[in-house]
T-cell receptor, first 116, second 112 residues
């Protein structure tokens, strides 16, 4: 299995531009999570999906952030307009369906975003 | 809101010394997971603890889950340079949510 795939791996953009991050979860996994990691705030859950449906988006910082999962093999996280404080590493993770317990999460390599 | 506190934030050890990181939750957890992130890498799952008082070992690593299911620890015996990285605990709330709340992590450096 290729694991969770994220693109791009690095993104440098200017303030005000739209940024789209992409994620392909592990095939067969029912859960998809978007995280943001910074030195100051650590690893924060932004939103997660179950079977393509957003379940909890309470971590999405503001309306400039939106996430979609049009099908089981693809999700996007969009920032519009981007701001310098959005600079961070964004991770996507996926998890198989529950089977009597809570499942581990498999993280992608991350997208390193720098907003100038 | 739900918080998971992890200490220490940083730990520097000489190779061969032991290392411990501690995790505390403000509320009772359904389970706790531990992840390791190498410099420049992504978090990688190490282990999951579910039962009250559970202890699990992976070679030199020992993981414990407290009796009240609010705290956990990871102990590494005789550290090696390959242990370098940031260790995160992540707690899952009771009640059916799949949401993991991560601690800030403990960054371990090992001097050879």
């Amino acid at each position: 299995d290729a694991g969770v795939i994220q693109s791009p791996r690095h993104e440098v953009t200017e303030m005000g531009q739209e940024v789209t991050l992409r994620c392909k979860p592990i095939s067969g996994h029912d859960y998809l999570f978007w995280y943001r990691q910074t030195m100051m705030r650590g690893l924060e859950l932004l939103i997660y999906f179950n079977n393509n449906v957003p379940i909890d988006d309470s971590g999405m910082p503001e309306d400039r952030f939106s996430a979609k999962m049009p099908n089981a093999s693809f999700s996007t996280l969009k920032i519009q307009p981007s701001e310098p404080r959005d600079s961070a590493v964004y991770f996507c993770a996926s998890s198989p369906a529950r089977s009597g317990g809570r499942e581990t999460q498999y993280f992608g390599p991350g997208t390193r975003l720098l907003v100038l | 809101g739900q918080q998971v506190m992890q200490i220490p934030q940083y730990q520097h050890v000489q190779e061969g010394e032991d290392f411990t990181t501690y995790c505390n939750s403000s509320t009772t957890l359904s389970n706790i997971q531990w992840y390791k992130q190498r410099p420049g890498g992504h978090p990688v799952f190490l282990i999951q603890l579910v039962k009250s008082g559970e202890v699990k070992k992976q070679k030199r690593l020992t993981f414990q889950f407290g009796e009240a299911k609010k705290n956990s620890s990871l102990h590494i015996t005789a550290t090696q340079t390959t242990d370098v990285g940031t260790y995160f605990c992540a707690g899952m709330l009771k009640g059916g949510s799949e949401k993991l709340v991560f601690g800030k992590g403990t960054k371990l450096t090992v001097n050879p």
